[in-house]
């Protein structure tokens, strides 16, 4: 399965652990397209998203329309995980550049990438 970052996607999450999102919902795959291509690596990346609006770079804003999300959405970056790609229900669309690169500054920042102390 070839599965671009930035691609929305359905997946089912559960089952699951004390906070962390559950059910099948939309989420976002981030990583590369070439891993999540290659059968050698059952796994994909993804940032599930919410209806509930959330502050700050951890959750950036993710706009309906050709990203199959429909209504304003917000990406959990706090809850980044790798899931089997068998989760994987449907595609829905992808988002927007402007939106990718928001969502990796929140990752920046949540996985300690910046060069900044």
Same mark, same amino acid.
């Given at each position: 399965?070839?599965? $671009?970052?930035?691609?929305?996607?359905?997946? /089912?999450? $559960?089952?699951?652990?004390?906070?962390?999102?559950?059910?099948?919902?939309?989420?976002?795959?981030?990583? $590369?397209?070439?891993?999540?291509?290659?059968?050698?690596?059952?796994?994909?990346?993804?940032?599930?998203?919410?209806?509930?609006?959330? /502050?700050?770079?951890?959750?950036?804003?993710? %706009?309906?329309?050709? !990203?199959?999300?429909?209504?304003? %959405?917000?990406?959990?970056?706090?809850?980044?995980? !790798?899931? $089997?790609?068998?989760?994987?229900?449907?595609?829905?669309?992808?988002?927007?550049?402007?939106?990718?690169?928001?969502?990796?500054?929140?990752? /920046?920042?949540?996985?300690?990438?910046? !060069?900044?102390?």
């Amino acid at each position: 399965m070839i599965v $671009d970052r930035g691609t929305v996607v359905l997946v /089912e999450l $559960d089952p699951t652990v004390g906070h962390e999102q559950r059910g099948t919902r939309p989420c976002v795959a981030v990583s $590369d397209p070439a891993v999540n291509a290659d059968q050698r690596f059952p796994l994909i990346a993804i940032v599930p998203v919410t209806g509930t609006p959330g /502050e700050g770079a951890l959750y950036p804003e993710l %706009s309906p329309g050709k !990203s199959g999300l429909t209504k304003t %959405s917000y990406a959990l970056v706090d809850h980044l995980r !790798s899931v $089997d790609k068998r989760r994987i229900r449907r595609v829905f669309g992808r988002i927007a550049k402007d939106e990718i690169l928001a969502l990796d500054q929140g990752l /920046e920042l949540f996985l300690g990438l910046t !060069s900044e102390p």
